[in-house]
């Protein structure tokens, strides 16, 4: 996946790094949007052997497509490991791998209790748990592709900057307005249309700063998101264990403040 970013984002121009880069990660938002809400109903009609089986007759068809008509003869260029690494000494890399860290500390934390959350509040809403991941997938469809034109407008510092503090007020809002179903309902779809809006400019972020040459640091990156959603989700499951789930959404409040904190007072990130 590294490889195919840095790939995409060397064959972009530089104002439209941005907007090609959330085309290419629309397709995770689509499957977000139909795939999550069409597995759960799957399940319930058939078992979870049915999907798997579906899976792997998708990974067949894709793998092979893939054999019959990737161009034959192009090889990956070798990886100089030392200039690779040259790359964690740069302060721009620094910041860009601590705020996908953070920010995704918060960001999984409550997406992945956003189910439990909204139907410990809201119990009737147990039946309609499939149209609200499809609503979810739809937000995070729309943030992606917001954060594309964004980024290519102003910036990925400016953006980030401003999705962080946006994601400051949407989690306290979120929290503070958890008995009106309606106010929530709306606040976490935008929520997610913001934290995709974030993922974009991180994802960006990375291949600017590292000028479209290091695979090993988007791929560091893309690692510590991952990590970042692994504490947050860690984090959240003691939250709910100690305190009460709703107190899971001050989480993202936290780290979205630390994120605006540490860009605010590293200018020189600016690019």
Not at 29 to 49: D, N, Q
Not at 56 to 81: A, C, D, R
Not at 105 to 119: E, F, M, N, R
Not at 184 to 213: E, P, R
Request: hydrophobic letters at 55%.
């Amino acid at each position: 996946m590294a490889f195919i970013i840095i790939r995409f984002a060397s064959l972009s121009p530089k104002e439209k790094v941005g907007k090609n880069l959330s085309l290419l990660i629309a397709g995770v938002a689509a499957a977000l949007m139909v795939g999550v809400p069409l597995t759960r109903e799957l399940v319930a009609l058939y078992s979870w052997k049915f999907v798997f089986l579906g899976l792997i007759f998708i990974m067949l068809l894709s793998l092979t497509y893939f054999i019959s008509y990737l161009p034959k003869g192009t090889h990956q260029k070798e990886v100089n490991l030392k200039l690779e690494l040259q790359f964690l000494k740069e302060r721009k890399v620094l910041l860009v791998r601590i705020s996908s860290i953070v920010t995704f500390i918060g960001y999984g934390a409550i997406y992945t209790y956003l189910t439990p959350y909204i139907i410990h509040q809201f119990s009737y809403f147990e039946g309609y748990t499939s149209v609200f991941l499809m609503i979810i997938g739809l937000s995070s469809f729309i943030g992606n592709l917001i954060g594309g034109f964004f980024c290519d407008r102003f910036g990925f510092y400016k953006s980030l900057v401003g999705g962080s503090f946006l994601q400051v007020c949407l989690s306290f809002i979120i929290f503070m307005t958890n008995t009106s179903f309606v106010i929530q309902l709306v606040m976490i779809c935008l929520w997610m249309v913001n934290g995709w809006f974030i993922g974009l400019q991180i994802n960006t972020a990375i291949t600017i700063v590292t000028q479209n040459k290091s695979s090993l640091m988007i791929s560091l990156n893309s690692s510590g998101i991952q990590l970042g959603q692994v504490l947050g989700t860690s984090i959240a499951a003691m939250i709910i264990i100690k305190a009460n789930i709703s107190f899971i959404v001050l989480l993202s409040t936290v780290t979205s403040i630390i994120v605006f904190i540490i860009l605010n007072a590293n200018q020189k990130m600016k690019i």
